[in-house]
Structures are given as C-alpha cells and as structure tokens.
C-alpha cells in the first residue's frame, strides 16, 4: 500500500528519456486544484542533464516541495489474482505470500505494492505490481543527485487511472486508458468502481519517427521534426502516410494482445472495455485517434480534463505527471506504492517527526516540572528541617537548663536537710543537751551531741572528693540524678531516733558515764542508751579515739531516742 503522506502542495514528475514534464497540485477541500504545468526537452548534446533539470525545478517550486515520481510498467511487472471466494487471508496476506514465492525464484527480494480489483463476478481479486530494487535505484538516481524530497513511486499505469478517477471521467463500464510515451505505451484498464488490469504496450512515439525515418531515408531527428510539423494518417505526403500507417499498425497489434491478456482473466461481455481515452506527446499525431477507433472498434478520445487554472493547449501531455500529483495529494483510488525500503523508513520518521518532537517538548516540560517541583518540595523539606532542627536545639537547651535547675534544687534541698532536721528535732536535742548538762559529772565533758546520720557520714568521707551533688552541678547533662522529689517532704522525715553523744572524763573506770547512762535510760524521752561498741567506732574513725594528754578518757554514748 502506498505510504505517501497527504500534503497540501505537492508536485508530479514524469521524467523520460527526452523530456521531463512537471505538473504543481494544491489540496482544495475533497478535491485537487493544478496550479502549474511545465514541459522540460533534454537536448541530446548535453552531458550533465542532471544539472538542467535541477535548474529548472529550482525555477518552478521552492526547495522542500515533496514530489512523486513515476515508474514506467515496462521497468515493472503486473501480475493479477485471483482468490477464492472462501479464501480466509486478506489481501495484504495473499499478496506477501505470493511475493514470497515469488522472490524464491528471482534473484533478489522484489519491491511490490498491489490494489484490491473489483469486476463484475464478484470474485476476489488483486492486481500485484513488482519491480527490482535496481530498477528502482536507477529511476531515484537522478531525484537523489538534486537532493529533491521523494515521497512516493507510483506506476504509470496507476497515475493513469488516478487521474482519470480524480477528473471524474470514469463510468460503470470499464475503459481503457493509454498514454504514448517516447520508448513505450502506459494501459490501463478500469471503471468508476475502481482499477481492473495495467501492463504497457512495448512501441510509443519513437516507433512512428523511425518508420518515417526508413521510408524517407532522413536521419531520426529530422523524421522527428516531420512528424511533429506535418505527419499525419489520413493526409499529407503518400509515402510518409504508409509509414505511419504501418507503425499505427503496430501499435493496435500491441493493444489488441493486451486486450488478448486482459480478456483471460476478465471475460464477461460486461468487463470489456468501450471507450479509448488517449494522452502523451504520441497521442497528438493527426488522424490517429480516429484510425485506432477504426481498428479497435471502440470510441476514442483524448484526455479533456486535468483540473487547472488555466486552459493548456494540450493537456494529454502532462496526464502521468498530473496522476502522479493527485495521487500524492491522496485523491488516487488505487494506491500501489514502489517506493523503496530506505525513502519508505526516512519517509516514516520525516512524517513521525513532529511527534517526536512534539513529546521530546512534552517530555522537556514534564522535566522542568518535575525538577522546578522537586526543587520547590527540596526547599519546602529544607525549611522544615530547619524548623525542626532548631526546636530540637531549643529543646536540649531546655532539657539542659532543666537539669541544672534540677540539680541546683537537689543541692539546694539537701543543704537544707540538716537545717530541716534540725529545726524539726530542735527540742528534743536542747532537752537531751539540757539533760545532759545536769546529768553528766562535775568533771567530765561533753564535746559532741549528733544525729546518727550526721555523725557517721560525716567524718566517712574521704578527705577530698567531692559530694556526687556538687558532681552533678558541674556536669551539663547528668544521668539520672537524684532530685528532691526522690526525696520524702521535711514533714515526712523521721525525727532522730538515735543520737551520738562524744566526750571525756577523768575516771578511769568511767564510774560517772555510767552513772550517766542510767540517767539516760530513766529519761522519758530516751528508749535506751550505752557505750558505743569498739568495732562502730573504729568503722568511723579508722582508729579508737586518744586519751587527753591529762589522763581523761573519750568516751560515745549511744543514746536510742524514744519516736513521738
């Protein structure tokens, strides 16, 4: 099928041997409009005919215009058929697999494109186009060597036809088209239903120039020069009209074995063809339309129609190049492309460019999007973090600042304990000191009355280390420490339940400290009272204590105060 994509403005390239002609079609809505039409002869004295082209195509559309160029059916090969009418493929299925076959017996693989066929028996049928990629190469070697934008190569027969579909000049019955090139005759045949046989008749216009040539015995151009100014069939010179006679002859006998091939495959009375449309520079030699209507017994014409502007005097001879622009404006009815694999791949992603391009843009936005949002949301979480981390520092200062509030309390709280517990046991110490007062003997002395706790901590604690409170001051972050709230309310402390009482006397069998210790045991507020015993006393001090240097001896009362 034919991969030309649908442009606006689009120019036809008929490209021969002798002349190049150039048709320029614009889209108009469903239809087709013929802006330009230009003929280009080739002399036969110039070497580089690549570079005239290119000029006069420079000349006649700008640079970039997408062309279509045309392939002789001579340099391709038709091949109808038919399938049976249960036949399950399709036929894109039918065509590879006969192609398949095909290329298993040819020396190398075929370009090929085909067109569903319609007739009058209903059956299901494809005419199949082949052409070798040498072939194709040499037809693109000169559009190739001046850089031009081939879109598409269609067979002239069906250039024929589209023009003929496009002009709306096909009826139900079938007709037969026929244009007279230089070397050799595009045919096609097909009705308004759509193309039914194609192929090419091997004599064109050349054939009538080198029979006047022989009869004349003139040289071709100068038989070229008489047959364009003055040949005719039906008048003129005797001699130059059996001439030309005898190479119309011929030319019929080509187009009656065509006829011969078409009727095999399509043999109702209702499938051949009626009417003869005439076009190209062969069609103009006089009486020659109405000779091959005498011979073919059919109605013959020439092509009235190609859509343009302006009248041209002779519009048959653009017919190719103008079937050739239609057809790449999309406005063909039978698309049979030969455009090689390579244009076919460049032409694929020249028309898929713009979407490339389009989601290359889309996909660039996404990017910027992405990266201006992800930016955005970097920043937003940078922020937070920020926020995060300073009130976490905030929260270590406070937890910091805590502690050390705490431990201030803590020092503060235990500075205050000996004073609380003295306060809370004021009276009873001034009773027991009062008791002792009168108590003790005239001659010994009291040097010492504490708490227990005060009294053995006290003086057990190692010269020179400090208390763990005053530790816990100078640490920014203490473990665990203990606060006042481990500790029980001064209204909840116990009041002293034993007290120490330190002092001297000179008696040696301390007869007045006991006397001393039964005062004490009789005392209402005393539970019980003795001599501290030697091992608790060495557990405070280390050592028993010293006797004075005047013989007096220490002695430690333990007195177990009576709880209110």
Not at 301 to 316: F, R, W
Not at 353 to 381: C, E, N, T
Not at 492 to 519: H, N
Request: net charge neutral; aromatic share 6%; with cysteine.
């Amino acid at each position: 099928m034919s991969v030309t994509p649908r442009h606006k403005a689009i120019l036809g390239l008929d490209i021969g041997r002798h002349s190049v002609k150039a048709v320029r079609a614009l889209r108009r809505g469903a239809g087709a409009l013929i802006t330009r039409a230009d003929l280009l002869r080739l002399p036969a004295d110039v070497p580089d005919k690549v570079e005239v082209i290119g000029r006069w195509l420079r000349e006649l559309a700008p640079p970039g215009t997408p062309c279509v160029i045309g392939l002789s059916a001579q340099a391709a090969m038709f091949q109808p058929i038919e399938l049976m009418r249960d036949d399950p493929r399709s036929y894109a299925q039918a065509a590879a697999m006969e192609m398949s076959r095909f290329n298993e017996l040819a020396s190398e693989p075929m370009v090929y494109g085909f067109t569903p066929v319609s007739a009058e028996d209903q059956a299901k049928r494809l005419l199949l186009c082949m052409a070798r990629p040498s072939v194709l190469e040499e037809g693109l070697a000169a559009p190739r060597a001046l850089a031009m934008r081939v879109t598409d190569v269609i067979p002239f027969p069906v250039a024929l036809f589209n023009l003929a579909r496009a002009t709306g000049s096909l009826e139900a019955a079938p007709w037969l088209y026929a244009d007279i090139g230089c070397t050799g005759t595009e045919v096609v045949v097909g009705n308004s239903a759509g193309l039914r046989f194609a192929g090419s008749l091997a004599c064109g216009g050349q054939l009538f120039s080198d029979r006047l040539a022989e009869a004349a015995g003139v040289s071709p151009a100068q038989a070229e020069h008489v047959k364009t100014a003055e040949g005719a069939l039906n008048r003129g010179d005797a001699q130059h009209r059996a001439a030309l006679t005898a190479a119309a002859d011929t030319w019929v006998s080509e187009m009656q074995t065509f006829l011969s091939v078409y009727r095999t495959s399509f043999g109702a009375e209702a499938d051949q063809p009626t009417r003869l449309v005439l076009s190209g520079g062969g069609a103009d030699l006089t009486g020659l339309r109405e000779y091959v209507a005498d011979r073919l017994h059919m109605q013959v014409q020439p092509v009235q129609n190609l859509a343009c502007k302006t009248e041209l005097n002779n519009p048959g001879r653009y017919a190719l190049a103008a079937g050739l622009a239609l057809a790449g404006l999309g406005l063909g009815s039978a698309d049979v492309s030969l455009l090689p694999l390579r244009e076919r791949e460049e032409l694929a992603l020249r028309r898929q460019r713009r979407y490339w391009i389009g989601a290359a843009a889309a996909a660039v936005l996404i990017l910027g999007v992405s990266l201006v949002g992800g930016y955005r949301d970097f920043q937003r979480m940078e922020t937070h973090l920020k926020a995060q981390r300073a009130t976490l520092n905030h929260c270590q200062t406070l937890a910091q600042e805590i502690e050390q509030i705490k431990a201030q309390n803590e020092l503060t709280h235990t500075m205050m304990q000996p004073v609380g517990d003295l306060v809370r046991n004021g009276p009873l110490m001034r009773e027991l000191i009062d008791f002792l007062n009168h108590a003790k003997g005239p001659q010994d002395w009291i040097t010492l009355v504490s708490d227990e706790a005060s009294y053995f901590r006290t003086e057990a604690q190692p010269a020179g280390r400090k208390p763990p409170v005053v530790q816990r001051i100078h640490s920014r972050l203490p473990s665990a420490p203990k606060t006042a709230a481990d500790e029980p309310p001064p209204e909840a402390r116990p009041a002293f339940g034993r007290i120490i009482v330190e002092g001297y006397t000179p008696k040696d069998d301390l007869s007045t400290v006991k006397e001393l210790i039964g005062k004490l045991e009789k005392a209402p507020f005393v539970t019980s009272a003795d001599l501290l015993p030697d091992d608790q006393l060495s557990g405070r001090t280390g050592e028993p204590r010293k006797s004075l240097p005047g013989g007096e001896r220490p002695f430690v009362i333990d007195v177990k105060v009576a709880q209110p």
